[in-house]
C-alpha cells in the first residue's frame, strides 16, 4: 500500500497570514495513464469531510482561489495563501490508486 | 442537489455483522459518471477507506479488510450498502458513503454527514 506522510501534524496560523501543508507518498502517484491522483481534503470541526483540490492542483467547485495545491511524482504542497477563520479544520491528503490512502491529517489553528 | 444518508443500527455486538445504507437523494445512483464509496473514521483518528463500487457493480476493497466486507448497490431504491462481518471494538468508527466523480479524476466529491457505528456487546 502507498503510505501518505502529512507535515505538520499541526499548523496555528494569524489571519492573513499563509499556510503550507506537506504530503509526500511512498511511492510515485504518477499512474500509467498520464495522471496523478492526489487530492485534499478539508474536515472542518464537526463536519464530513470536503474536497477541496484534485489531480493535485485542479480546485473544486466553491474552493476559494486562496487555496492551490502543486507538486509531482511523491512530493506534494497544499497552500492556502491568506487563512481565514473558515479554514480552521484538519487537512487531509488523499492518493487515489487502488488501495485508496490518506494521510494523517494536519490540524489548523488559527492564532 | 445531491445528498448522501448513512442509516443503520448505531451498536453492534462484538462478531456479529455491520450493516450500513447509503441512500442518494437528488439524482441517480446509476449514472456511469459515478461511483460510490465508503470511508470509516474511528474516534480522534483519520481516514480510512473501506471500499467502493463502480456502476457496473465492479468492487474495489481496502485489503485489510477484505475478507469481510461487501459493497453492493440497490439501484431500485437508489442506495447502495455496506456489510462488515466478524466486527470488533476496532470497527468502532464515524462511517461515511461518498459519491465518486470519475469527471473529477476519481475523487470522493460528495460526503455523506457520516453514521456512528459502535461494537461493544
Known amino acids: 500500500d502507498i503510505v501518505m506522510t502529512q507535515t505538520p501534524l499541526s499548523l496555528s496560523v494569524t489571519p492573513g497570514q499563509p499556510a503550507s501543508i506537506s504530503c509526500k507518498s511512498s511511492?510515485?502517484?504518477?499512474?500509467?495513464?498520464?495522471?496523478?491522483?492526489l487530492y485534499w481534503y478539508l474536515q472542518k470541526p464537526g463536519q464530513s469531510p470536503q474536497l477541496l483540490i484534485y489531480?493535485?492542483?485542479s480546485r473544486f467547485s466553491g474552493v476559494p482561489d486562496r487555496f492551490s495545491g502543486s507538486g509531482s511524482g511523491t512530493d506534494f504542497t497544499l497552500k492556502i495563501s491568506r487563512v481565514e477563520a473558515e479554514d480552521v479544520g484538519v487537512y487531509y491528503c488523499?492518493?487515489?490508486?487502488?488501495?485508496?490512502?490518506f494521510g494523517g491529517g494536519t490540524k489548523v489553528e488559527i492564532k | 442537489q445531491l445528498q448522501l444518508q448513512e442509516s443503520g443500527p448505531g451498536l453492534v455486538k462484538p462478531s456479529e455483522t455491520l450493516s450500513l445504507t447509503c441512500t442518494v437523494s437528488?439524482?441517480?445512483?446509476?449514472?456511469?459518471?459515478?461511483?460510490w464509496g465508503w470511508i470509516r473514521q474511528p474516534p480522534g483518528k483519520g481516514l480510512e477507506w473501506i471500499g467502493s463500487?463502480?456502476?457496473?457493480?465492479?468492487?474495489y476493497y481496502n485489503p485489510s479488510l477484505k475478507s469481510r466486507v461487501t459493497i453492493s448497490v440497490d439501484t431500485s431504491k437508489n442506495q447502495f450498502s455496506l456489510k462488515l462481518s466478524s466486527v470488533t471494538a476496532a470497527d468502532t468508527a464515524v462511517y461515511y458513503c461518498?459519491?465518486?466523480?470519475?469527471?473529477?479524476?476519481?475523487?470522493?466529491?460528495?460526503w455523506g454527514q457520516g453514521t456512528m457505528v459502535t461494537v461493544s456487546s
Open positions: 461518498a459519491r465518486v466523480d470519475s469527471r473529477l479524476q476519481d475523487a470522493f466529491d460528495i
Open positions: 437528488g439524482g441517480s445512483i446509476s449514472s456511469s459518471s459515478y461511483y
Open positions: 511511492q510515485s502517484l504518477l499512474h500509467s495513464d498520464g495522471k496523478t491522483y
Open positions: 489531480e493535485v492542483s
Open positions: 463500487i463502480y456502476y457496473s457493480g465492479s468492487t
Open positions: 488523499m492518493q487515489g490508486i487502488h488501495p485508496l490512502t
